[in-house]
């Protein structure tokens, strides 16, 4: 197994010597704290979603997010017009299924990007991914769904859509279907504020822009941002300055930091 904490820091340092821009198709409620999450990690955000544009804009990106959680059509659209133009380019699409298996039309949108453009990494919570990989899911919300083993999930999903898979949770596990990695880091915090979810899609998007290993760029990510939830939870007063502590520290992680506090492990 690699020296993850090692390599983690070597991207997070990449990232910020390289500034990728990261073009984002996302939905209206996090557009904002993506847009500064990407900033605070050392790279350059870009929100279009318009189809007379968005091809362009993802000819000059290094790394594609597509959201579905302010869904429409015309913005499904959009989706696959530009993920068709970034597996041209080469760079990696990352999609979010936001809310897949709460209603028919987001497990069909979801189903639809799939089966039209190459995703490089799906990034959902357990009831998302259990959907779209064929398992039961009980839906309790758009951000709250119950699904089956997640170990078994990710692997299952990987092999069917031939990509990298991010369950996150209490315990974020990544999968190519051959490897598979749990990541132990991040605080219950994140539960208390939109769009944490959202957030690490954009910083797996950012990571992936500048390693080709999709898996490693998967859990560099989540192991920055929970890092950086670990350190601001033990500054916060609550939800919102805690919010403020993670954007501070994902900005300004250290080598030690990332050695001292790393949990991860292969299974």
Not at 10 to 18: C, Q
Not at 71 to 93: D, F, H, Q, R, Y
Not at 186 to 200: A, D, N
């Amino acid at each position: 197994m690699k020296n993850f904490a090692d390599l983690t820091y070597r991207i997070y340092s990449k990232v910020k010597a390289k500034k990728p821009l990261i073009h984002h198709i996302t939905n209206f409620v996090v557009m904002n704290d993506t847009a500064n999450l990407t900033l605070a990690l050392g790279a350059s955000p870009v929100m279009a979603h318009a189809k007379e544009e968005v091809e362009d804009i993802t000819t000059l990106s290094d790394a594609l997010v597509l959201n579905v959680g302010t869904l429409t059509k015309e913005w499904i659209e959009s989706m696959i017009l530009s993920a068709k133009i970034a597996n041209k380019k080469g760079i990696p699409v990352i999609l979010d299924p936001v809310g897949a298996g709460a209603t028919s039309f987001r497990t069909e949108m979801s189903f639809q990007i799939l089966e039209s453009c190459r995703v490089s990494i799906l990034r959902g919570n357990n009831g998302e991914i259990s959907t779209l990989a064929g398992f039961k899911a009980h839906a309790k919300g758009v951000d709250s769904l119950q699904g089956a083993d997640p170990m078994q999930v990710v692997r299952d999903a990987a092999l069917k859509f031939n990509c990298v898979v991010v369950v996150t949770g209490k315990e974020d596990v990544v999968s190519d279907g051959k490897r598979t990695v749990v990541i132990s880091n991040g605080h219950e915090l994140l539960t208390t504020i939109t769009g944490s979810g959202c957030m690490v899609t954009t910083a797996i998007a950012v990571v992936s822009a500048v390693h080709t290993d999709l898996l490693e760029s998967a859990v560099s990510a989540l192991s920055i941002f929970g890092i950086a939830a670990e350190i601001a939870a033990t500054k916060a007063k609550g939800p919102g300055s805690f919010k403020v502590y993670l954007f501070d520290h994902i900005h300004k992680l250290s080598q030690k930091e990332i050695e001292h506090r790393i949990k991860i492990r292969e299974i």
